[in-house]
């Protein structure tokens, strides 16, 4: 069974940072593309950051480029996000998202029904 546990969420003032990590488990990690989602109050969910199946290949949107950074532990089987210079407009529920040999691209980032395999979110807030 696929699991991710995400962590690190919090209270952060505007111009600051956060690390959030997601803990998986129940399958091969270096198979499956890692991706990030958020989702504000009354707004869609949106991906954030994908890191492809194998090559770990990045991409990221232009609302957090340059601002995230997505990576993992192979060994730990831990992916981890990276927030700097966090806005107010950040402020979302985050969550940690799994699909088997996926390649990160623009469509498949936006398309969520993509991504078979979700945590249960983290709060982050960004105040201003």
């Known amino acids: 069974e696929v699991q991710l546990v995400e962590s690190g969420g919090g209270l952060v003032q505007a111009g600051g940072s956060l690390r959030l990590s997601c803990a998986t488990s129940?399958?091969?990690?270096?198979?499956?593309?890692i991706g990030w989602f958020r989702q504000a109050p009354g707004k869609e969910r949106e991906g954030v950051a994908c890191?492809?199946?194998?090559?770990?290949?990045?991409y990221y949107p232009n609302s957090v480029k340059d601002r995230f950074t997505a990576s993992v532990d192979d060994a730990k089987k831990t992916a981890y996000l990276q927030m700097n210079n966090l806005e107010p407009e950040d402020t979302a529920v985050y969550y940690c998202?799994?699909?088997?040999?996926?390649?990160?691209?623009?469509?498949?980032?936006?398309?969520?029904?993509?991504?078979?395999?979700w945590g249960q979110g983290t709060q982050v807030t960004v105040s201003s």
């Open positions: 129940g399958f091969r990690f270096g198979e499956y593309a």
């Open positions: 890191l492809s199946a194998y090559d770990r290949t990045p």
């Open positions: 998202v799994a699909e088997r040999a996926l390649i990160c691209s623009p469509s498949n980032l936006a398309r969520r029904i993509l991504w078979g395999d």
